[in-house]
């Protein structure tokens, strides 16, 4: 089942005096989400992407604009008309109940010619507990389970009454780190078994990138660039999409364009061709620094961490926005830590040019400056 | 830990001075006159050692009136007010505009002086030769007869005294039952509105169960406060409630000491201890049947 949105909008009043005027959480938002395609809404906290989820899952009504489910349109539909199921960030499931009849819960509330006999429950039940693999748990309550127990126990509720969208509020902020990982890809592995169009919500990059098909930037209410993981990474549309994916981030410096040469404090780091001269934000990934006796970045060397197969040198430029520059290099390169200065040189491709008052992206044709 | 724990027992000791003395020790006293026949408190002295005390109170019509009525208090107005201070709990959460006045407005009779109360209802209730009261104008509109609440037939007596202890008790039942129900996260009901649960069923499967400790902790108060109804009679029906057939075992126990046909704290004590084995009971019974129904997360 497809997802369109179409000029979603939601407003919400300001708090106290009118005169603070409305708050708009979403903001326009005109995007579809393919048939059975797992899509993360990915931005920082307060920008809308939990309203969202909630917009498309009924619990808020939008301001303006339409969601339309396949072809029917959900816009004035109360959630459990729309045949979505949720996972609350904190799992809501219901302490008094056992797994068993948490997972039953949705179930027992089909009337009419949807209605179902216990065993049919019973069975539905064990199969949506197979699927998240915890049938041996059916009989426990909720707070004798662990936080990844839990989740599955809340994914397999949702997943019962077969919604054609399922919806995931920050899936994993509440487990710890290794279970976060193994979290998500057993949410990866359950989406990719039933084929279920899913939405999840996350602030965690790492989290978006890795499982995503497909995801969604979003700032202030506003989408900031929709696509496939690496290509949002390789591509970002402007500087907080550049600033918001990517471990350890991207380093952002002062520069300059100066008759077709891109200046990083006095250093002329590459040739941009086509570009007007301009001051300019300059966004550098860790992995686009190659070390180089005589390249053109000249940085104060910090300190080296090595990390097995990668080490990562930390060094300062007075051009950096950040405290330190981190730049990650394979493992074979030999650096002397005694030295004040480290020279690099830089991939035209992991190097990305910005307008410094609006962060737009700026594109250019490159050689490297020999 | 063997100078942690003599530690936490002397900070326990003041609390567990005053109870032995003002508590426990009283208790015991009480147990020990129910078996003394004839004790006299200001010569300290008594005929025989036994259960004529208990026959005796266990004879007495005015006791078996006294339990009669205690328990039709009991039964009528603890479902009653809980029942109903859960309605309009539900009813108080589910409001936006004008629930704290509200709220101010049903906790009132709390901060309310019991006594004046009782008079006010009095006033409401009674027939008089000047005037039928304020209830039985409206009972003449409906085309009923005008019934005397206060000096009438027992039903309207007990009537009254149920109507006011229900008034009476309710605030504080409102007042906790709104902060219980303040208490349950909103996801929960998020969660049953997505899956499509009718606002029936998540009364009765969600928001029940979940502030089902404290729906247990008003019934077991509300039965032992119940059963300890006293002023409630007074401030209705005046003192003399063997008269008006209107007394209950507390107010048995007071007559038996202080009334008019007062000075007998043998058969005071023996009272106080039926009361206390019947409260007990119930409350035993309550925590039985809790076991299933209330679930503590």
Redesign the interface.
């Known amino acids: 089942m497809k997802i369109v949105l179409e000029h979603l909008t939601k407003k919400f009043p300001g708090r106290g005096r009118k005169s603070h005027g409305e708050v708009t959480a979403v903001n326009n938002f005109d995007f579809e989400i393919p048939d059975g395609k797992l899509v993360g809404l990915l931005g920082p906290s307060g920008c809308g992407k939990s309203t969202t989820l909630n917009l498309i ?3 808020q009504k939008p301001t303006g604009g339409r969601i339309l489910f396949g072809e029917d349109d959900v816009t004035n539909l ?4 729309r045949g ?3 996972v ?1 960030q ?1 799992y ?1 499931l ?3 109940l056992t797994v068993k009849k948490n997972i039953t ?2 179930l ?3 009337r009419g010619a949807d209605k179902l006999t216990k065993s049919e429950m019973e069975a539905r039940a064990l199969e949506a507990a197979k699927l998240v693999q915890i049938e041996e748990l059916m009989d426990r309550r909720p ?1 004798e389970l662990s936080g990844g127990q839990q989740q599955r126990v809340a994914i397999a ?1 949702a997943l019962v ?1 077969m919604p054609r969208v399922l919806l995931l509020d920050e899936p994993l902020s509440n487990l710890d780190a290794r279970l976060r990982l193994q979290t998500r890809e057993e949410i990866r592995r359950i989406q990719k078994q039933t084929q279920i169009t899913t939405v999840f919500v996350t602030h965690d990059q790492d989290e978006a990138m890795s499982i995503s098909d497909l995801i969604v930037v979003m700032k202030e209410g506003v989408v900031q660039q929709i696509g496939r993981p690496q290509e949002v990474y390789d591509d970002p549309v402007n500087l907080f999409v550049a600033k918001f994916l990517g471990t350890p981030p991207i380093n952002v410096f002062q520069g300059a364009v100066r008759a077709e040469t891109l200046y990083i404090g006095k250093d002329a780091v590459l040739t941009v061709k086509g570009v007007a001269d301009q001051e300019v934000s300059v966004g550098i990934r860790p992995e686009g620094f190659l070390l180089q006796e005589d390249g053109p970045l000249c940085c104060h060397l910090g300190r080296i961490e090595v990390m097995g197969r990668d080490i990562s040198v930390v060094s300062t430029h007075e051009c950096c926005e950040a405290p330190a520059i981190r730049s990650i290099i394979n493992a074979e390169n030999i650096v002397d830590a005694s030295s004040e200065f480290v020279r690099f040189a830089v991939k035209p491709r992991k190097l990305y040019l910005f307008r410094r008052d609006t962060g737009e992206r700026i594109a250019f044709d490159t050689d490297p400056v020999q | 830990m063997e100078k942690q724990n003599l530690k936490g027992w002397l900070y326990l000791l003041p609390a567990f001075l005053f109870l032995g003395v003002f508590m426990i020790y009283p208790l015991i006293d009480v147990f020990v006159y129910s078996f003394e026949e004839g004790y006299n408190s200001a010569s300290q002295t008594f005929f025989d050692v036994g259960m004529y005390n208990y026959s005796y109170v266990l004879h007495d019509p005015y006791f078996l009136q006294a339990v009669k009525n205690t328990f039709i208090l009991v039964i009528i107005t603890v479902p009653l007010s809980t029942g109903l201070a859960l309605l309009i709990s539900l009813g108080l959460s589910s409001i936006r505009p004008l629930k704290e006045l509200f709220q101010t407005v049903y906790f009132l009779p709390y901060v309310t002086n019991t006594l004046a109360v009782g008079l006010v209802f009095m006033i409401l209730f009674k027939k008089t030769a000047y005037s039928d009261g304020l209830v039985n104008l409206l009972v003449n509109w409906f085309g009923g007869t005008s019934v005397d609440f206060i000096d009438g037939p027992y039903w309207a007596k007990m009537f009254v005294l149920c109507f006011y202890t229900v008034w009476v008790v309710m605030p504080f039942k409102i007042l906790i039952l709104t902060s219980a129900l303040a208490s349950v996260n909103q996801v929960y009901y998020n969660a049953a509105r997505v899956d499509g649960t009718s606002r029936f069923r998540i009364f009765r499967r969600i928001t029940l169960p979940m502030i089902s400790p404290t729906v247990f902790y008003l019934i077991i108060t509300g039965f032992i406060g119940a059963f300890k109804a006293y002023s409630d009679a007074v401030a209705l029906f005046g003192t003399n409630l063997n008269a008006a057939e209107m007394n209950t075992i507390v107010g048995y126990v007071y007559d038996m000491l202080y009334g008019d046909s007062g000075g007998y704290p043998s058969y005071a004590s023996a009272a106080a201890i039926l009361l206390f084995a019947i409260v007990l009971t119930i409350t035993c019974i309550n925590l039985l049947v809790s076991r299933k129904h209330v679930h503590y997360t």
């Open positions: 899952c009924g619990l109360p959630p459990e008309h979505v199921g949720l609350f904190n809501a219901y302490p008094h819960f949705p027992e509330n089909l707070g509720r009454k």
